[in-house]
């Protein structure tokens, strides 16, 4: 399945009260592995930014003057999350922006075009009740390095939380390995399955000393147990039928 980690930077804080997005980075996971194959855009949102989110992104308005505009870059943000499944934290404030800045240019709204979406956010919350779910406190919590972030940017701040997905989501591969397990891969070669069935295998008996020792075993847990050990009961059988009803 193809996934892809979606960050984005903004103006300020309320998509309905006329911020802009200003930088979007999307990095691309295949099969938990990432590709490489990313998508980086800084955007032109022809207005400045917020004191306050100029002090977290650092992207000033005269940086961004010369940068293409939301609907130069619209179209290659679609082709790219066509059908994909996203991976936002905290994906309302990333999706309304992006609702927002297709409703100017008279589009369907973003979810339109892609998979589903996972918010890691919401996933952190159920895992870590009660405990900071930042993107940096997970990265601390996964020993993920981000000290080369000192201030947020679309692109970096996709691939930390690429990491972070995949450290929080570990072990859930082993499901498709197991899946996976009988079929050949790309270049290898198809083998026939062997029956066991056709072999005569050897059952070895315990000898006389082993037997004996083994009770000698159980002589000592029985005192320890005061009673027969579990090892010395019989099996008991499960009588799968469901009892007769009352008449």
């Known amino acids: 399945m193809r996934l892809l980690v979606l960050d984005t930077e903004t103006t300020g804080l309320n998509a309905k009260g006329g911020d802009r997005i200003i930088e979007i980075g999307c990095v691309e996971i295949v099969n938990r592995q990432l590709t490489g ?97 930042s993107l940096d406190a997970l990265c601390e919590r996964f020993g993920i390095s981000n000290a080369h972030r000192t201030l947020h940017g679309a692109l970096l701040d996709a691939e930390l939380l690429a990491d972070v997905y995949l450290a929080m989501t570990r072990g859930q591969e082993s499901l498709v390995i197991d899946m996976l397990a009988d079929t050949p891969g790309p270049g290898s070669v198809a083998t026939e399955r062997v029956s066991l069935a056709q072999f005569e295998l050897p059952v070895i008996g315990a000898s006389d000393d082993e037997l004996a020792a083994h009770a000698s075993v159980l002589d000592e847990l029985d005192k320890a147990r005061k009673g027969p050990c579990v090892w010395r009961e019989p099996p008991q059988l499960v009588n799968e039928a469901a009892p007769a009803a009352a008449a």
């Open 37 to 133: 194959n990313n998508l980086h855009f800084y955007v032109n949102p022809e207005r400045d930014s917020d004191p306050g989110a100029l002090a977290v992104h650092g992207l000033t308005t005269e940086f961004l003057r010369d940068k293409p505009k939301f609907a130069e870059i619209a179209d290659a943000l679609r082709d790219f999350v066509k059908d994909a499944g996203l991976i936002i934290h905290n994906a309302p404030f990333d999706i309304g922006f992006l609702d927002a800045e297709f409703a100017m240019l008279g589009l369907p709204p973003f979810r339109d075009h892609c998979g589903e979406v996972i918010d890691t956010l919401v996933q952190a919350k159920a895992m870590f009740p009660g405990k900071r779910n």
